[in-house]
Protein backbone atom coordinates (compact mmCIF):
# COMPACT_ATOMS: atom_id res chain seq x y z
CA UNK A 1 0.00 0.00 0.00
CA UNK A 2 1.70 3.43 -0.89
CA UNK A 3 1.21 5.37 2.25
CA UNK A 4 0.05 9.05 2.33
CA UNK A 5 2.50 11.83 4.01
CA UNK A 6 0.44 14.10 6.01
CA UNK A 7 1.71 17.41 7.45
CA UNK A 8 3.06 17.93 10.93
CA UNK A 9 1.95 19.82 14.28
CA UNK A 10 0.69 23.38 13.75
CA UNK A 11 0.22 24.52 17.75
CA UNK A 12 3.64 23.43 18.79
CA UNK A 13 5.47 25.00 15.97
CA UNK A 14 3.10 28.30 15.81
CA UNK A 15 5.05 28.78 19.16
CA UNK A 16 8.21 27.65 18.40
CA UNK A 17 7.51 30.46 15.80
CA UNK A 18 7.13 33.17 19.05
CA UNK A 19 3.67 33.12 19.07
CA UNK A 20 1.94 32.54 22.05
CA UNK A 21 -0.14 29.87 22.74
CA UNK A 22 -2.75 31.18 25.31
CA UNK A 23 -6.46 30.34 26.19
CA UNK A 24 -8.95 30.83 24.41
CA UNK A 25 -8.62 28.45 21.35
CA UNK A 26 -4.84 28.33 22.15
CA UNK A 27 -3.27 27.90 18.79
CA UNK A 28 -6.39 28.55 16.36
CA UNK A 29 -6.04 32.18 17.55
CA UNK A 30 -3.33 32.12 14.20
CA UNK A 31 -5.68 31.42 12.26
CA UNK A 32 -7.18 35.35 12.81
CA UNK A 33 -4.36 36.87 14.64
CA UNK A 34 -0.91 35.47 12.26
CA UNK A 35 -2.55 34.44 9.24
CA UNK A 36 0.15 34.47 7.27
CA UNK A 37 2.07 32.47 9.71
CA UNK A 38 0.37 29.44 9.70
CA UNK A 39 0.52 29.67 5.54
CA UNK A 40 3.65 29.83 6.33
CA UNK A 41 3.92 26.89 8.97
CA UNK A 42 1.74 25.30 5.87
CA UNK A 43 4.08 25.96 2.83
CA UNK A 44 7.08 24.46 4.75
CA UNK A 45 5.47 21.54 5.74
CA UNK A 46 4.76 21.00 1.76
CA UNK A 47 8.40 21.90 0.61
CA UNK A 48 9.45 19.10 3.32
CA UNK A 49 7.36 16.60 1.66
CA UNK A 50 4.00 16.79 2.85
CA UNK A 51 0.90 15.39 0.43
CA UNK A 52 -1.82 16.10 2.58
CA UNK A 53 -2.75 19.49 5.17
CA UNK A 54 -4.41 19.69 8.23
CA UNK A 55 -5.87 22.87 9.03
CA UNK A 56 -4.97 24.96 12.07
CA UNK A 57 -8.37 24.54 13.40
CA UNK A 58 -7.57 22.34 16.25
CA UNK A 59 -8.96 24.00 19.30
CA UNK A 60 -11.87 25.57 18.35
CA UNK A 61 -15.36 25.21 19.62
CA UNK A 62 -18.39 25.90 17.75
CA UNK A 63 -18.95 29.63 18.97
CA UNK A 64 -15.84 30.32 17.47
CA UNK A 65 -16.36 28.10 14.11
CA UNK A 66 -16.47 30.78 11.57
CA UNK A 67 -12.52 30.36 11.83
CA UNK A 68 -12.28 27.00 10.59
CA UNK A 69 -13.72 28.12 7.32
CA UNK A 70 -10.86 30.77 7.34
CA UNK A 71 -8.07 27.88 8.62
CA UNK A 72 -9.33 25.81 5.46
CA UNK A 73 -8.94 28.99 3.20
CA UNK A 74 -5.27 29.49 4.09
CA UNK A 75 -4.05 26.05 4.10
CA UNK A 76 -5.54 26.22 0.33
CA UNK A 77 -3.23 29.06 -0.43
CA UNK A 78 -0.01 27.61 1.09
CA UNK A 79 -1.24 24.74 -1.35
CA UNK A 80 -4.06 24.82 -4.08
CA UNK A 81 -3.93 21.24 -5.00
CA UNK A 82 -3.70 19.31 -2.06
CA UNK A 83 -6.07 17.67 -0.29
CA UNK A 84 -7.21 20.08 2.85
CA UNK A 85 -8.16 17.73 6.00
CA UNK A 86 -10.29 19.66 8.81
CA UNK A 87 -8.94 19.53 12.36
CA UNK A 88 -11.57 19.12 14.94
CA UNK A 89 -10.44 18.88 18.72
CA UNK A 90 -12.40 17.27 21.32
CA UNK A 91 -15.47 18.52 22.75
CA UNK A 92 -15.16 19.23 26.30
CA UNK A 93 -16.48 16.35 28.23
CA UNK A 94 -18.03 17.80 31.14
CA UNK A 95 -20.86 19.02 28.51
CA UNK A 96 -23.93 16.99 27.73
CA UNK A 97 -24.08 14.58 24.83
CA UNK A 98 -26.31 17.31 23.13
CA UNK A 99 -23.72 20.16 23.22
CA UNK A 100 -20.81 17.94 22.11
CA UNK A 101 -22.37 16.44 19.45
CA UNK A 102 -23.34 20.54 18.78
CA UNK A 103 -19.45 20.87 18.92
CA UNK A 104 -18.99 18.11 16.17
CA UNK A 105 -21.61 19.37 13.60
CA UNK A 106 -20.99 23.81 14.23
CA UNK A 107 -17.04 22.80 12.94
CA UNK A 108 -17.95 20.11 10.63
CA UNK A 109 -20.17 22.10 9.16
CA UNK A 110 -17.77 25.40 8.88
CA UNK A 111 -15.14 23.30 7.34
CA UNK A 112 -16.77 21.49 4.83
CA UNK A 113 -17.95 25.09 4.03
CA UNK A 114 -14.63 26.20 3.58
CA UNK A 115 -14.50 23.48 1.45
CA UNK A 116 -12.44 20.72 3.42
CA UNK A 117 -11.88 17.44 1.97
CA UNK A 118 -12.48 15.54 5.26
CA UNK A 119 -12.74 15.93 8.55
CA UNK A 120 -10.50 15.07 11.28
CA UNK A 121 -11.64 14.13 14.97
CA UNK A 122 -8.36 14.62 16.78
CA UNK A 123 -6.79 13.92 20.24
CA UNK A 124 -9.64 11.29 21.05
CA UNK A 125 -9.20 9.81 24.70
CA UNK A 126 -11.96 7.65 24.93
CA UNK A 127 -13.74 5.23 22.47
CA UNK A 128 -17.27 6.60 23.43
CA UNK A 129 -15.87 10.16 22.64
CA UNK A 130 -14.44 9.02 19.80
CA UNK A 131 -17.63 7.71 18.58
CA UNK A 132 -19.53 10.40 18.96
CA UNK A 133 -17.35 12.72 17.31
CA UNK A 134 -17.31 10.46 14.36
CA UNK A 135 -21.11 9.84 14.30
CA UNK A 136 -21.61 13.65 14.84
CA UNK A 137 -19.20 14.60 11.59
CA UNK A 138 -20.79 12.09 9.49
CA UNK A 139 -23.53 14.07 8.33
CA UNK A 140 -21.56 16.23 6.19
CA UNK A 141 -21.03 13.66 3.26
CA UNK A 142 -16.92 14.26 3.37
CA UNK A 143 -14.76 10.66 4.85
CA UNK A 144 -14.57 11.18 8.60
CA UNK A 145 -10.98 11.07 10.01
CA UNK A 146 -10.39 9.99 13.66
CA UNK A 147 -7.18 10.13 15.86
CA UNK A 148 -6.81 8.41 19.78
CA UNK A 149 -4.47 9.44 22.22
CA UNK A 150 -3.35 6.58 23.45
CA UNK A 151 -1.00 5.04 26.21
CA UNK A 152 1.86 2.80 25.96
CA UNK A 153 -0.04 -0.10 26.56
CA UNK A 154 -2.01 0.50 23.29
CA UNK A 155 -5.22 1.52 25.49
CA UNK A 156 -6.59 5.12 24.96
CA UNK A 157 -5.79 7.81 27.37
CA UNK A 158 -9.11 7.16 29.84
CA UNK A 159 -8.08 3.25 29.44
CA UNK A 160 -10.07 1.83 26.65
CA UNK A 161 -9.25 -1.30 24.90
CA UNK A 162 -8.72 -0.72 20.90
CA UNK A 163 -10.06 -4.01 19.81
CA UNK A 164 -13.41 -2.53 18.41
CA UNK A 165 -14.14 -0.83 15.34
CA UNK A 166 -14.52 2.83 14.85
CA UNK A 167 -16.54 3.59 12.43
CA UNK A 168 -14.66 5.93 10.34
CA UNK A 169 -12.66 5.87 7.10
CA UNK A 170 -9.20 6.22 9.03
CA UNK A 171 -8.03 5.41 12.49
CA UNK A 172 -4.50 7.12 13.36
CA UNK A 173 -3.23 6.27 16.99
CA UNK A 174 -2.22 10.09 16.88
CA UNK A 175 -0.46 12.29 19.23
CA UNK A 176 0.59 9.21 21.06
CA UNK A 177 4.55 8.61 22.14
CA UNK A 178 6.01 6.81 19.98
CA UNK A 179 6.32 3.22 22.02
CA UNK A 180 2.27 3.29 22.01
CA UNK A 181 1.98 3.14 18.29
CA UNK A 182 2.44 -0.61 17.60
CA UNK A 183 0.58 -1.95 20.51
CA UNK A 184 -2.30 -0.12 19.46
CA UNK A 185 -2.18 -0.90 16.24
CA UNK A 186 -1.91 -4.08 17.02
CA UNK A 187 -5.35 -4.03 18.89
CA UNK A 188 -6.95 -2.20 16.45
CA UNK A 189 -6.12 -3.92 12.93
CA UNK A 190 -8.33 -6.46 13.61
CA UNK A 191 -11.07 -4.22 13.61
CA UNK A 192 -10.22 -1.47 11.59
CA UNK A 193 -9.25 -1.69 7.65
CA UNK A 194 -7.37 1.69 6.89
CA UNK A 195 -5.25 2.59 9.91
CA UNK A 196 -2.39 5.46 10.31
CA UNK A 197 -0.20 6.95 13.01
CA UNK A 198 0.81 10.73 13.96
CA UNK A 199 2.61 10.04 16.97
CA UNK A 200 3.70 13.15 19.31
CA UNK A 201 7.50 14.57 19.85
CA UNK A 202 5.95 16.50 22.67
CA UNK A 203 3.35 15.44 25.69
CA UNK A 204 0.53 17.95 26.14
CA UNK A 205 0.65 18.85 29.74
CA UNK A 206 -1.51 21.36 31.82
CA UNK A 207 1.45 24.00 31.42
CA UNK A 208 1.71 23.38 28.13
CA UNK A 209 4.23 21.09 26.32
CA UNK A 210 6.28 18.86 27.78
CA UNK A 211 9.50 17.34 25.22
CA UNK A 212 8.23 13.26 25.39
CA UNK A 213 12.75 12.28 25.31
CA UNK A 214 12.49 11.19 21.99
CA UNK A 215 14.64 12.48 19.40
CA UNK A 216 13.10 12.61 15.21
CA UNK A 217 14.88 10.09 13.99
CA UNK A 218 13.29 7.68 17.08
CA UNK A 219 10.26 8.61 16.21
CA UNK A 220 10.50 8.24 12.38
CA UNK A 221 12.36 4.63 13.19
CA UNK A 222 9.09 3.85 15.35
CA UNK A 223 7.06 4.59 12.30
CA UNK A 224 8.94 2.86 9.89
CA UNK A 225 8.99 0.00 12.32
CA UNK A 226 5.05 0.11 12.24
CA UNK A 227 4.72 0.24 8.61
CA UNK A 228 6.80 -3.29 8.73
CA UNK A 229 4.36 -5.05 10.27
CA UNK A 230 0.73 -2.45 8.95
CA UNK A 231 -0.51 -1.59 5.76
CA UNK A 232 -0.87 2.19 6.73
CA UNK A 233 -2.66 4.77 4.83
CA UNK A 234 -1.32 7.60 6.14
CA UNK A 235 1.92 9.06 8.37
CA UNK A 236 2.78 11.99 9.97
CA UNK A 237 3.72 14.37 13.28
CA UNK A 238 1.61 15.72 16.07
CA UNK A 239 2.58 17.71 19.13
CA UNK A 240 6.47 19.04 18.67
CA UNK A 241 6.85 17.61 15.04
CA UNK A 242 8.59 20.62 12.91
CA UNK A 243 9.48 20.65 9.08
CA UNK A 244 12.40 19.00 9.57
CA UNK A 245 10.32 15.87 11.23
CA UNK A 246 8.26 15.87 8.03
CA UNK A 247 11.13 15.97 5.81
CA UNK A 248 13.15 13.19 7.38
CA UNK A 249 9.63 11.22 7.22
CA UNK A 250 8.97 11.80 3.12
CA UNK A 251 12.88 10.50 2.80
CA UNK A 252 11.82 7.13 4.88
CA UNK A 253 8.70 6.52 2.68
CA UNK A 254 10.72 7.43 -0.65
CA UNK A 255 13.48 4.83 0.44
ZN1 LIG B 1 -0.67 16.13 19.40
Not at 17 to 25: Q, T
Not at 86 to 101: L, N, Y
Not at 154 to 175: I, N, R, S
Request: aromatic fraction near 4%; include cysteine.
Amino acid sequence: MLTTLLDGAMGTELAQRGFELRAPLWGARAIEDAPALVVAIHRDHIAAGAQVLVTASFGLDAEHASLATTSVELARQAGPNLPVVGSVGPADPSRSTAERQEHYAALGRALSAGGATALFAETQTSLAGARLAVTSLRRFGLPVWVALACDADGKTLAGDPLDAPLEADAVFVGCTEHTGLLPALRSLAPHNSVLAVRPSLALTTVDGFDPAGASEADVVEAIERCRTQFELAYVGGCCGTTPAFTAALAQALRA
